[in-house]
Structure formats: C-alpha cells, structure tokens
C-alpha cells in the first residue's frame, strides 16, 4: 500500500515556502492530500503569495514575491490552516479574516490569539470567525501547551521574520510535542536560528532559505492499513512511510511500537514499515499524549484484542474535529462492543461484534478507523464517511485492495 503525502509536513512546509527568499518545489506524490493541504495552500494565495500547481507539486514563491495587506481564509476543517494562517496574517498591517466550519468555529484559538495580541497584533475575536490586523514584533511570549502543540508551532513557524526573534516559553503539559519539533526542525532546514531547552525554545531572526522538499507519506494514514493486518492476520507493507520514531519525524511513527506490544510484528526500513500479526492480540495500557491521532486506530484494533486496553492522555482530542473519545467510545459500543469513555482515556473490554452503524461525527480519523473495523466485521456501516477527504481522500480504493 502507499498512503497520501503527510498533511502535517506539508502544511509546515507551504508556510516556510511563503516566508522564504525564492521559489520553493514541494513534491507531494500521485496520492492526492486531501482537503487540509488544499486548504493551507489557498490560505497563503489568499495573503497574496504565488502558489502554482504542477501535477504532484507545489511551487511557492516566497517573500521576495509580491504580497498583499489584509485577504480573508477559510480554514474549513484545518485547525493547522486556521492556527498557521492565524500567525501569518499577523505578519501584516492589512485585515485578515479568518473562518471556518462549525466545528472548527467551535474549537480553540484563544490562547493563539492572546500571544498575537501580547506580540502588537489586535485580534478581534477569541475563536472563529476572527479577523487579525498586525503587523507582530519579536520578544517573548507564552503559550499554553494542554489544548494544542498547533499554537506553539504556529508562532514557531514566523519567528525567524520578527524583528529581534522570538522567544516562546510553552506552559503546561504540551500535548502532541513531537510535531513541535516536526516545527523546528523544518525551520532548521531553512536555515533558522534556534535553541531549546525543554518547553522554552528562542528562535533569532534571519532570512529563510527557499528548498525543494519531497513530502513523506503520511504516517498517521499509514495506521490505516496496518491496522488491516493487525484485525485480520496477514501481512501489510506500506511502501512510502518510515516507521522509525526519530527527533524531529512524524510522531505517530510510535504507533507501530504500540503495534508490537500488542504481540504484532513490525519490520522498519528507510521508506517502509510492514505489519503482521499471525497469533493473538494482546491488551494494551498507555499513555498516548504524544501520539494522540492514532488513538482511534488502536481502540478498534483493541476490540479484536484477548484483554482489555485503556488508552490516557487523550483529553485534548475532544476539542479536534469531533469529541474524539466519546465518538469512538460510542462507535464500539454500537457494534455491541464495551468501552467506556473517561475525560482523560478510553477502556476497551474485548467482547464479540456485530453489525451496526457507526457515526463519525463528521471525523476523518474515526470514519476510517471503524472502516478498517468493517473489514472483519460485516455488516459496519460508516455514517460520515465522506470526512475521509480531509486527508486521504483515496482511501476508500485503498479499502478496496485491502479487502481483495
């Protein structure tokens, strides 16, 4: 199997090809991103940056280019668009209106918004819609780390351009810190100046060098398939994504270590991870703050599992595209499951599954988990399974092979 380009790279990478000096190339692949991408895409267009599609590519002109005051965005159902964007209308001195879906109107941006504010920024509202006016100085600022790594990063991500720098003190528990450091080592590669010291992270101003980056599969959709494996025996191998959990990589790569405390075999290489189980599985208990989007994926790998399960650290996950723990909770318990949803986690008792409709509320990741789900139990019905375009918009076809 291959899986879409990661929408989490991407979308960091668009926003550093904008603030760069030239013209950046970014390779996203013959799969198709899906809406979030798109979106963060547009969103930088709607600022006034020249974006050029080509094929499977993304050719940005950065700030060298002409860019103009003031635009309106709609993030839809990207909060990486609406937090990203966010920080870089506060770049200029023009209004930026910021919108989005209902439920990304729902979901939090005040904390963002605060440090826009304490950088020089007026910011009218705390969620959206929210209209921005800059520009932003350097200095120091805090963020709150509990609801969100995004805010952090989308402060991160403009740093280099502020006058003396940034920087950023994270308070709290910062949930989902892998894809902070995602954040900074892409500004690294751009050249950017930065230190950091725990949750403390100083970034120097300076220019951004312009690259051509060939965006890696996305790890988060590569559960998807290896989920396959692990519910239904056999093998998969995934030929586009590396399963390796590094400094700096995608973060949900710990997935697949989770895979095999729950008596699956993995085979990691550079460029592709392989899944397969061939006896029993087992019941897992973890904490998975930091790799919180694949939590869903594992609640109903856990239903086909011998004991029971209990996933923590997932709190943050009821404010993201739906309240992810009771709408997972709620899909087992349809299909005549048992879990049981806590503010903080999940528990999962394996019992027999039947047939019955599963509702994603509208979330890609929950639509897809229980899609793989259906491939063992017939009779699943997903409803809102046309969410899956947010990211992997050719998933179904893949369910498709998977099920030949």
Same mark, same amino acid.
């Given at each position: 199997?291959?899986?879409?380009?990661?929408?989490?790279?991407?979308?960091?990478?668009?926003?550093?090809?904008?603030?760069?000096?030239?013209?950046?190339?970014?390779?996203?692949?013959?799969?198709?991103?899906?809406?979030?991408?798109?979106?963060?895409?547009?969103? $930088?267009?709607?600022?006034?940056?020249?974006?050029?599609?080509?094929?499977?590519?993304?050719?940005?002109q950065g700030a060298s280019g002409r860019r103009r005051e003031g635009g309106a965005i709609d993030a839809h159902e990207a909060g990486t668009v609406a937090r990203f964007a966010a920080a870089l209308a506060a770049l200029g001195s023009g209004f930026v209106t910021?919108?989005?879906?209902?439920?990304?109107?729902?979901?939090?941006?005040?904390?963002?918004?605060?440090?826009?504010?304490?950088?020089?920024?007026?910011?009218?509202?705390?969620?959206?819609?929210?209209?921005?006016?800059?520009?932003?100085?350097?200095?120091?600022?805090?963020?709150?780390? *509990?609801?969100?790594?995004?805010?952090?990063?989308?402060?991160?991500?403009?740093?280099?351009?502020?006058?003396?720098?940034?920087?950023?003190?994270?308070?709290?528990?910062?949930?989902?810190?892998?894809?902070?450091?995602?954040? $900074?080592?892409?500004?690294?590669?751009?050249?950017?100046?930065?230190?950091?010291?725990?949750?403390?992270?100083?970034?120097?101003?300076?220019?951004?060098?312009?690259?051509?980056?060939?965006?890696?599969?996305?790890?988060?959709?590569?559960?998807?398939?290896?989920?396959?494996?692990?519910?239904?025996?056999?093998?998969?191998?995934?030929? *586009?994504?590396?399963?390796?959990?590094?400094?700096?990589?995608?973060?949900?790569?710990?997935?697949?270590?989770?895979?095999?405390?729950?008596?699956?075999?993995?085979?990691?290489?550079?460029?592709?991870?392989?899944?397969?189980?061939?006896?029993?599985?087992?019941?897992?208990?973890? *904490?998975?703050?930091?790799?919180?989007?694949?939590?869903?994926?594992?609640?109903?790998?856990?239903?086909?599992?011998?004991?029971?399960?209990?996933?923590?650290?997932?709190?943050h996950t009821r404010k993201q595209e739906s309240d992810r723990v009771r709408a997972v909770a709620d899909g087992i318990n349809a299909l005549g499951g048992s879990a049981q949803a806590f503010g903080d986690a999940i528990r999962i008792d394996p019992r027999p599954?039947?047939?019955?409709?599963?509702?994603?509320?509208?979330?890609?990741?929950?639509?897809?988990?229980?899609?793989?789900?259906?491939?063992?139990?017939?009779?699943?019905?997903?409803?809102?399974?046309?969410?899956?375009?947010?990211?992997?918009?050719?998933?179904?076809?893949?369910?498709?092979?998977?099920?030949?």
């Amino acid at each position: 199997m291959k899986v879409p380009a990661s929408k989490s790279v991407a979308n960091r990478e668009i926003v550093l090809s904008a603030l760069a000096q030239g013209r950046s190339r970014l390779e996203l692949g013959a799969l198709d991103p899906g809406d979030d991408v798109w979106a963060m895409a547009a969103a $930088v267009e709607s600022l006034g940056y020249r974006v050029e599609r080509d094929g499977g590519e993304l050719v940005v002109q950065g700030a060298s280019g002409r860019r103009r005051e003031g635009g309106a965005i709609d993030a839809h159902e990207a909060g990486t668009v609406a937090r990203f964007a966010a920080a870089l209308a506060a770049l200029g001195s023009g209004f930026v209106t910021i919108t989005g879906s209902p439920r990304m109107r729902e979901r939090p941006m005040a904390p963002l918004a605060q440090a826009l504010r304490d950088l020089g920024a007026s910011v009218k509202g705390d969620s959206l819609p929210m209209t921005i006016v800059g520009p932003i100085s350097g200095g120091g600022v805090t963020i709150g780390g *509990n609801e969100s790594s995004q805010f952090a990063s989308a402060l991160l991500l403009v740093a280099p351009r502020l006058a003396g720098g940034l920087h950023l003190r994270i308070t709290g528990t910062l949930v989902s810190e892998p894809f902070v450091a995602m954040t $900074v080592a892409a500004l690294r590669a751009r050249g950017a100046r930065i230190e950091r010291s725990g949750n403390e992270i100083t970034v120097r101003e300076g220019k951004l060098r312009a690259r051509n980056v060939r965006i890696p599969g996305d790890v988060t959709a590569a559960t998807y398939p290896a989920a396959a494996a692990a519910v239904l025996g056999g093998s998969v191998t995934i030929e *586009n994504v590396d399963g390796r959990v590094r400094e700096g990589a995608q973060g949900d790569a710990r997935f697949f270590a989770l895979l095999e405390a729950m008596d699956c075999t993995v085979s990691r290489r550079s460029g592709a991870v392989t899944v397969r189980r061939t006896g029993d599985l087992h019941g897992i208990r973890e *904490n998975v703050r930091d790799c919180s989007d694949v939590f869903p994926t594992l609640a109903v790998i856990a239903t086909q599992a011998a004991d029971p399960t209990e996933l923590t650290g997932i709190a943050h996950t009821r404010k993201q595209e739906s309240d992810r723990v009771r709408a997972v909770a709620d899909g087992i318990n349809a299909l005549g499951g048992s879990a049981q949803a806590f503010g903080d986690a999940i528990r999962i008792d394996p019992r027999p599954l039947h047939e019955g409709v599963v509702d994603s509320c509208g979330d890609h990741r929950v639509a897809m988990a229980f899609s793989i789900l259906g491939l063992q139990i017939p009779g699943v019905a997903v409803k809102g399974a046309g969410a899956v375009k947010k990211t992997f918009p050719q998933f179904y076809e893949m369910v498709g092979e998977l099920a030949r």
